[in-house]
């Protein structure tokens, strides 16, 4: 069983930076490809960024919304994916989940679908 436990949210002001962190457990981590998504109150979840599994270059993709400040990143020997943030803003404010691929040897997806595996959720709040 795949077990995923982030850790690293909290409160900032406007302009601010936070690193998330998930670490895996239960499978060979560097196979797969992991997400990072988001929840505000009242919305619905929606994708944050993907890393591809470790054989395919750690390709990126990420939210129009996050890109240029936001930074996905993986270090296989602490079966760990991190997600840099950067100028964080009001908008940013949600529970962030980190997710695993269904399977193997995957490029990073935008679907929540494709992500068989979900840590419990870290608050992320950006206020003044």
């Known amino acids: 069983q795949v077990q995923l436990v982030e850790s690293g949210g909290g409160l900032v002001l406007p302009g601010g930076s936070l690193r998330l962190s998930c670490a895996a457990s239960g499978r060979t981590f560097s196979n797969y490809a992991m997400g990072w998504f988001r929840q505000a109150p009242g919305m619905e979840r929606e994708f944050v960024a993907a890393?591809?599994?470790?054989?395919?270059?750690?390709?990126?993709k990420y939210a129009d919304s996050v890109k240029g400040r936001f930074t996905i990143s993986r270090d296989n020997a602490k079966n760990t994916v991190y997600l840099q943030m950067n100028s964080l803003n009001t908008e940013d404010t949600a529970v962030y989940y980190c997710?695993?691929?269904?399977?193997?040897?995957?490029?990073?997806?935008?679907?929540?679908?494709?992500?068989?595996?979900w840590g419990q959720g870290t608050q992320v709040t950006v206020s003044s």
């Open positions: 890393i591809s599994w470790s054989g395919a270059g750690g390709g990126t």
């Open positions: 997710a695993a691929h269904r399977s193997p040897y995957s490029s990073g997806s935008s679907y929540s679908n494709m992500y068989g595996y």
